[in-house]
């Protein structure tokens, strides 16, 4: 089975800053990733799916990038409203899910 | 546009049932498999299985194999997820999600199922 790790898992930024999480795959998954935000106590939304590509609506700020086994997520310029846990969730052939842990971020 | 409603909080023994709903709207309901995922308190999220509201097929995480059963009824667009045999650590709010391109992109606003004796 596919492992997903993700670093840090917390960190505090100030506003405006560059947040960079990263998730790695125990093998290579290709673009196969997707990267989700959960606000506490709401369901997760989704931002960025096959590693790269802006869900529509989704603000700008937020990226990603990567294939194979690393992968990177990046908020431009960290906002008040992107307090929240942050996982990356890999699918394979069988559309069978393998979530990260989670980093959660907050706002110094 | 798309949502997702789920049946509200339950509260179980140990050893019970559970079934949860989930009905949709807003798109055609056979058209996108359905996800189901589970978040125990403060925990992160662990995927549980999907149906395929089409066909009726299914596939589970291991470790819910035998526990889980999907089911559907398209002429109500509702998924249902039920999990036997309950235990403590069964506790968890429990979400549906469609699923479009292997990424959740409409979910439920989940339901928290407490086991308790």
């Known amino acids: 089975d596919i492992q997903m790790t993700q670093s840090p898992s917390s960190l505090s930024a100030y506003v405006g800053d560059r947040v960079t999480i990263t998730c790695q795959a125990s093998q290579d998954i290709d673009n196969s990733l997707n990267w989700y935000q959960q606000k506490p106590g709401k369901a997760p939304k989704l931002l960025i799916y096959?590693?790269?590509n802006l869900e529509t609506g989704v603000p700008s700020r937020f990226s990603g990038s990567g294939s194979g086994t690393d992968f990177s997520f990046t908020i431009s310029s960290l906002q008040p409203e992107d307090i929240a846990t942050y996982y990356c969730q890999h699918y394979d052939d069988l559309l069978t899910f393998t979530f990260g842990p989670g980093t959660k971020v907050d706002v110094k | 546009q798309v949502q997702m409603v789920q049946s509200g909080a339950a509260v179980k023994r140990p050893g019970a049932s559970v079934k949860v709903s989930c009905k949709a709207s807003g798109y055609t309901f056979t058209d996108y498999y359905l996800h189901w995922v589970r978040q125990a308190p403060g925990q992160g999220l662990e995927w549980m299985g999907w149906?395929?509201?089409?066909?009726?097929?299914?596939n589970f995480a291991q470790k819910f194999q035998g526990r889980v059963t999907l089911t559907r009824d398209t002429s109500i667009s509702t998924a249902y997820m039920e999990l036997t045999r309950l235990t403590s650590d069964d506790t968890a709010v429990y979400y549906c999600?469609?699923?479009?391109?292997?990424?959740?992109?409409?979910w439920g606003q989940g339901t928290l199922v407490t086991v308790s004796s």
């Open positions: 096959d590693a790269s």
């Open positions: 999600a469609r699923v479009i391109s292997g990424g959740g992109d409409g």
């Open positions: 149906i395929n509201p089409n066909s009726g097929g299914t």
